[in-house]
């Protein structure tokens, strides 16, 4: 599989479902970066190349995806990078306009939606 441009950032605490999405996405030619929470995504993101998209799970703790998206939004280096809410919750819809989020995956993740989600946004 050819190498692709940019690094999808997972940001997830649960480890199965990091585990899976890098798996599936590096087999799919994606370089990937992972973390466990929005704490760590935010400290991942200050040091690093700025990612071609953020898979951000909605519940975390001890920082959620809103309280994650707060500061993501006062950063201006990160300001052009498309963030996609991975959630099982079935109030997405709520959750999609409480912030600048591009979309959003359902969980169990479904293969097709992941990578229509990725080509729309990250190419």
């Known amino acids: 599989m050819p190498k692709?441009?940019?690094?999808?950032?997972?940001v997830d605490d649960d480890p199965d479902i990091r585990d899976?999405?890098?798996?599936?996405?590096q087999d799919a030619g994606y370089a990937?970066?992972?973390?466990?929470?929005?704490?760590?995504a935010l400290t991942w993101l200050r040091s690093h190349p700025a990612p071609a998209l953020i898979l951000l799970d909605?519940?975390?703790?001890?920082?959620?995806?809103?309280?994650?998206?707060?500061?993501?939004?006062?950063?201006?280096?990160f300001s052009h990078v498309?963030?996609?809410?991975?959630?099982a919750d079935m109030h997405v819809n709520q959750k999609l306009r409480s912030g600048?989020?591009?979309?959003?995956?359902s969980k169990p993740v479904d293969l097709d939606a992941l990578f229509d989600v990725i080509s729309r946004l990250a190419g």
């Open 4 to 10: 692709r441009e940019g690094t999808i950032l997972v």
């Open 20 to 25: 899976a999405l890098r798996d599936t996405l």
């Open 32 to 40: 990937v970066a992972e973390v466990t929470g929005g704490g760590e």
């Open 58 to 77: 909605w519940n975390m703790t001890p920082m959620n995806a809103p309280q994650f998206m707060l500061e993501f939004c006062r950063e201006k280096p």
């Open 82 to 87: 498309p963030v996609v809410l991975i959630t």
């Open 100 to 105: 600048p989020y591009r979309g959003y995956i």
